[in-house]
C-alpha cells in the first residue's frame, strides 16, 4: 500500500530553539515514523529527543522480527536504555527524558507504540480517533475517576508526566495496531503536545476534514502560532494513495 505524508517541526514562540525531533524513513516492509518531544525543564532536551529517534530508527533496522507490536517495544525500550545511559554518563546530561511515538506502516496496517503525551491520531471515514492515552498526571486521576476534564484543567500538575524515556530501567511501552483497505479514508496525525496543547481534539477534527496535506499543515502551524504558540510543535500526517511511487513526502522545519 502506497502513502503519502508531510511534516512539520517549529520552535514555539516561547522557545529559543526546538528540543522536538521527528524521523520518517523508508524502511524494507514499510514506512517508520518517529516523534519524540523533551520533556520541558529538563536538562539535555534536544539530545534525548534526537537520541532517541536515532536509536529507535537504528534498533528497528536491526532488529529482523515478523511481530511488528513486540519489534516497535524492543526498538523504544532499548532507545530509553540510550538516553538514560547517555545521561548518566554525562553530568550536565542527568536527569534528561523524552516522549516517543512510533508509527509502522506493512501493507493494510498500523502498528504503533507510545510513551509520555505526545499523540496518534486516525481520522477515517470523516471520524477522529485519539488512539493512545497521555501517560500524565491528569490522565491518571481522569482514569481513576478523581477528576473530571472540565476540573482537570486547573490542577497544578495537570502537565506532568507518569511515564518517558530516561527515566527508569525497565519502561513499559502501549502498543496497537489497526488494519484499513482501499475502501478506507485514512488519514493519520503523530504529533507533540505543542500542537494538542493549544489545540483540542474537537478543533483538530474540523481542520482534518481539509483532506488536502498542504491546507491541514498550514492551519495547524497558523492556529498554533496565532495562540502564543508556548511549546514547540511538531507533527506527521500520513495517509494512503494510489501512486506508481511508492513513497513520497515532504519536510519541513525550522
Not at 528540543?19 to 520518517?24: F, K, M, P, V
Not at 533496522?61 to 536504555?81: F, G, H, P, V, W
Request: glycine share 8%; aromatic share 8%; net charge negative.
Amino acid at each position: 500500500m502506497n502513502y503519502t505524508y508531510v511534516s512539520q517541526s517549529r520552535v514555539g514562540l516561547k522557545r529559543e530553539e526546538n528540543e522536538d525531533a521527528l524521523g520518517i524513513f523508508e524502511v524494507e516492509n514499510g514506512l517508520l515514523v518517529i516523534v519524540c518531544d523533551r520533556l520541558g525543564g529538563n536538562k539535555g532536551g534536544e539530545i534525548a529527543s534526537t537520541l532517541a529517534v536515532e536509536a529507535i530508527y537504528s534498533s528497528f533496522k536491526k532488529l529482523e522480527m515478523s511481530d511488528y507490536l513486540e519489534r516497535i517495544k524492543i526498538t523504544i525500550q532499548d532507545a530509553n536504555c540510550a538516553v538514560l545511559r547517555e545521561s548518566l554518563n554525562n553530568t550536565h546530561l542527568r536527569g534528561m527524558a523524552t516522549t516517543a511515538e512510533v508509527l509502522f506502516f506493512s501493507d493494510s496496517t498500523a502498528y504503533w507504540g507510545h510513551v509520555g503525551d505526545s499523540r496518534i491520531y486516525l481520522f477515517k471515514n470523516d471520524k477522529l480517533e485519539q488512539l493512545i492515552k497521555d501517560h500524565t498526571f491528569v490522565q491518571k486521576l481522569l482514569d481513576e475517576g478523581m477528576s473530571t476534564l472540565k476540573n482537570s484543567e486547573t490542577l497544578p500538575d495537570k502537565n506532568v508526566l507518569t511515564r518517558a524515556l530516561g527515566g527508569i530501567c525497565k519502561l513499559e511501552v502501549d502498543l496497537g495496531k489497526t488494519k484499513f483497505d482501499h475502501k478506507d479514508n485514512c488519514l493519520f496525525l503523530v504529533c507533540t503536545d505543542g500542537v494538542t496543547s493549544t489545540i483540542p481534539n474537537n478543533e483538530i477534527e474540523e481542520i482534518l476534514f481539509l483532506k488536502d496535506h498542504g491546507e491541514i499543515s498550514s492551519e495547524l502551524s497558523s492556529l498554533v502560532e496565532e495562540r502564543g504558540a508556548p511549546d514547540n510543535f511538531s507533527y506527521v500526517l500520513i495517509s494512503k494513495i494510489v501512486s506508481s511511487q511508492l513513497y513520497r513526502g515532504v519536510f519541513e522545519g525550522e
